[in-house]
C-alpha cells in the first residue's frame, strides 16, 4: 500500500518522497487509517516495525487545516522512555511537516539540557510536546504549562516505560489531560502493568497487534559462542577484524563497563565510544550522531539503545553481556538487519549464564547452534545444579507464625 492512498497533503507526501517513504509497513497499513478515524488506539508491534511514522503521519495530515500564525497552544503531547527516542519522534515532526506552509511549533522536552530554553520555547507557543515524563514534570511543576488544550496523547514504548519505573509520573501527567482526547498507545509488549494504566487512560481501545518477531529475525544471522568472560574482549577483536564488520553495537551490562571497555578498544586503535544514562545529554546526542555518521565503528551501550533508536546499516550487535529480560534479546538484535538489508548477532556464553540463555531461548523460541572459535575455547567445568531438600507440607510457617514471632520477640 503506498502512502498516497493515505489521501494525505501534497506538502505531506512531498516530505515523504523526499524521505524515500514509498510503500507503507505492516503497522501503518493498520494504525494510520484508524487515527485519522479518530479512534483510540492500542497498538503491539516490536521496535523497528514503524510505530512513530504510524501515529506522527496522520497526526500531522489533521494539524494540517489548523495551523495558524497566532501562538499556539499543545495540541499534542508525545511521551517516550528516553531522552534519544523523544529527539528522535521530535525530528519525525519536523521532518514531515518541512513544507507545511505555516511552521509547525514543536518542541523537545527532555533532562540533560536547559530547562530554561524549554520553558521559553513553550512560552512562545507550541504545537507539539515531545517529552520524557521526568522533564515534563518539572515544568509542570513550574506551573508554565498548560494542557487544557490538549488534542492528541501519544505514549511510545509503554511497556519499557513502565519497566523504568515511570507509573507514578505518568499518573501525575494523566490527571492534568482534558478528558475529552484521542489517545494512542505504543508498545512491544503487552505486560499487566500496561493493561492496567490504559484502562484508566481510555475504555474504548481500538487494538492492533502485529506478530512480526519472527519475520524481523530473518535477516539476522545468529550466533552463540561459548566462551570465558575473560577471553570475551580479545575474541570480539578477532571477530571484528575476520569478518570486517563496520558498523558494530555491543550491549554491555553496566555504564562502567561500557566507559572501561571502551577506553580499552580505543587504546587498541578502534573508533570506539561508550553511550549510557549517565552522560550529559550533549555527550550522548554527540556520540549518537557520529555512530549514525559513520564516524564511530563501534558503540558500546547499556540498554538504553536496544529500543526505538533508528541507526542505519548496523552491520552487527554484540551481546557481551547477557540481557536480564529474554523479551530484550529480540530487541537487541533487531537493531541489526533492518530495511531489508542483512545484519549479524553475536552472542557470548559461558557456563554461569547458560542456564539463563536457555531460558531466552525457550521464551524467545530459539533453538540456535552453540560454537567456539579456536584459540577462545570455552575451559572450566559446568555448574552443576544444588537441589535442597524438598519442603516437607504443613512444616513450613505461616505469615501469621512470622508475624507472631516477630510480635513476641519485640515484647
Do not use: W
Request: charged share 30%; proline share 3%.
Amino acid at each position: 500500500m503506498s502512502f498516497s492512498s493515505f489521501k494525505f497533503c501534497k506538502p505531506l507526501l512531498k516530505s515523504l518522497s523526499e524521505n524515500s517513504y514509498t510503500e507503507a509497513t505492516p503497522i501503518q497499513k493498520e494504525v494510520i487509517p484508524l487515527v485519522l478515524e479518530e479512534n483510540d488506539i492500542m497498538a503491539k508491534a516490536q521496535t523497528g516495525s514503524g510505530k512513530t511514522a504510524s501515529f506522527v503521519l496522520p497526526i500531522l495530515q489533521k494539524l494540517f487545516s489548523t495551523i495558524t500564525n497566532k501562538k499556539s497552544k499543545p495540541k499534542v503531547l508525545v511521551l517516550s522512555p528516553t531522552r534519544e527516542l523523544t529527539l528522535q519522534i521530535s525530528n519525525n515532526f519536523k521532518i514531515f511537516s518541512k513544507h507545511f506552509e505555516k511552521s509547525l511549533k514543536i518542541v523537545s522536552v527532555v533532562g540533560g539540557l536547559s530547562i530554561a530554553d524549554q520553558l521559553l520555547d513553550i512560552q512562545k507557543g507550541c504545537d507539539v510536546i515531545v517529552a520524557t515524563t521526568g522533564r515534563l514534570i518539572d515544568i509542570i511543576n513550574k506551573k508554565q504549562l498548560n494542557l487544557d488544550s490538549l488534542e492528541y496523547f501519544i505514549l511510545d514504548e509503554a511497556d519499557k516505560m513502565l519497566d523504568l519505573g515511570f507509573a507514578d509520573e505518568l499518573d501525575t501527567i494523566l490527571k492534568l489531560l482534558p478528558k475529552r482526547r484521542q489517545n494512542l498507545l505504543f508498545s512491544a509488549t503487552y505486560p499487566f502493568k500496561m493493561i492496567e494504566i490504559s484502562k484508566v487512560i481510555s475504555s474504548s481501545f481500538v487494538k492492533v497487534e502485529m506478530e512480526e518477531q519472527e519475520e524481523n529475525l530473518d535477516n539476522i544471522t545468529q550466533r552463540v559462542i561459548e566462551v570465558n568472560k575473560e577471553n570475551r574482549s580479545a575474541l570480539l577483536k578477532k571477530l571484528i577484524e575476520t569478518n570486517k564488520f563496520e558498523k558494530i553495537l555491543v550491549f554491555m551490562s553496566t555504564k562502567r563497563a561500557t566507559d572501561n571497555i571502551a577506553k580499552k578498544f580505543r587504546k587498541s586503535g578502534f573508533k570506539a565510544d561508550s553511550f549510557h544514562g549517565d552522560l550529559i545529554q550533549e555527550d550522548r546526542t554527540f556520540t549518537l550522531d557520529e555512530f549514525k555518521n559513520d564516524d564511530l565503528q563501534i558503540l558500546f551501550s547499556t540498554d538504553i539503545a536496544a529500543r526505538g533508536l533508528h541507526v542505519d546499516d548496523i552491520s552487527c550487535v554484540v551481546n557481551y553481556d547477557l540481557p536480564r529480560s529474554a523479551f530484550d534479546y529480540v530487541h537487541r538484535i533487531g537493531r541489526t538487519g533492518r530495511a531489508g538489508k542483512i545484519g549479524t548477532s553475536i552472542t557470548f556464553i559461558d557456563y554461569e549464564n547458560l542456564e539463563h540463555f536457555k531460558l531466552i531461548e525457550k521464551k524467545c523460541k530459539l533453538n540456535i547452534k552453540k560454537e567456539q572459535i579456536e584459540g577462545f575455547e570455552l575451559i572450566g567445568e559446568p555448574i552443576k545444579k544444588v537441589k535442597g531438600s524438598a519442603p516437607i507440607k504443613g512444616k513450613r510457617k505461616s505469615k501469621k507464625d512470622k508475624l507472631r514471632e516477630k510480635q513476641n520477640n519485640i515484647k
